[in-house]
T-cell receptor, first 116, second 111 residues
Framework: GAGVSQSPSNKVTEKGKDVELRCDPISGHTALYWYRQSLGQGLEFLIY????????KSGLPSDRFSAERTGGSVSTLTIQRTQQEDSAVYLCASSTWTSGGYNEQFFGPGTRLTVL | GENVEQHPSTLSVQEGDSAVIKCTYS??????FPWYKQELGKRPQLIID?????GEKKDQRIAVTLNKTAKHFSLHITETQPEDSAVYFCAASLNDYKLSFGAGTTVTVRA
């Protein structure tokens, strides 16, 4: 079946502009995650959605970052007034969800964001 | 929050030799430890994981060990092959979903 997809694959923007990154999770996966991967670094947790529960936004680095998940499926990560330090690969992942269990996260190919 | 440190940052091994990557974590409450492999230009993929009630787990040529007392866990790859060349990330989790990742180890297998 289809895996997690993300668009665009690459995004170049100017400092101060807003950007939107999209994630389409695997069909039937109720959990969705956003991570940021800076050059030479590990993955940094940003935000987590599970069903209709309130999202865990504890990883968002500033109030310029926000995310939505509409209809329990597609998610959009928005970065307002982009800064050069926002340049990174933004990865989305999805999983099934079992309370008290650990669910394999399946990653998308990422969006490489470059802020000039 | 949880802090995961990973060593070494790069590792070069001769084909057929073993590779070992070590990670330490800060929060003793962490109870799930997955390892992800990311080949160049590709997405991370889970290769093996271990839970805190288990000390060791094997899957063919890869194994993971966990020392809860010392708060460290390791990935072992035996009989390395060129296709093992990739970046490997360890992670630790306190709950069902929030993973804290190490910075990654770039493994190069020399033919």
């Amino acid at each position: 079946g289809a895996g997690v997809s993300q668009s665009p694959s690459n995004k170049v923007t100017e400092k101060g502009k807003d950007v939107e990154l999209r994630c389409d999770p695997i069909s039937g996966h109720t959990a969705l995650y956003w991570y940021r991967q800076s050059l030479g670094q590990g993955l940094e947790f940003l935000i987590y959605f599970q069903g209709n529960s309130a999202p865990d936004k504890s990883g968002l680095p500033s109030d310029r970052f926000s995310a939505e998940r509409t209809g329990g499926s597609v998610s959009t990560l928005t970065i307002q007034r982009t800064q050069q330090e926002d340049s990174a690969v933004y990865l989305c992942a999805s999983s099934t969800w079992t309370s008290g269990g650990y669910n394999e996260q399946f990653f998308g190919p990422g969006t490489r964001l470059t802020v000039l | 929050g949880e802090n995961v440190e990973q060593h070494p940052s790069t590792l070069s091994v001769q084909e057929g030799d073993s590779a070992v990557i070590k990670c330490t974590y800060s929060d003793s409450a962490s109870n799930y430890f997955p390892w992800y492999k990311q080949e160049l230009g590709k997405r991370p993929q889970l290769i093996i994981d271990i839970r805190s009630n288990v000390g060791e787990k094997k899957d063919q040529r890869i194994a993971v060990t966990l020392n809860k007392t010392a708060k460290h866990f390791s990935l072992h790859i035996t009989e390395t092959q060129p296709e093992d060349s990739a970046v490997y990330f360890c992670a630790a989790s306190l709950n069902d979903y929030k993973l804290s990742f190490g910075a990654g180890t770039t493994v190069t297998v020399r033919a």
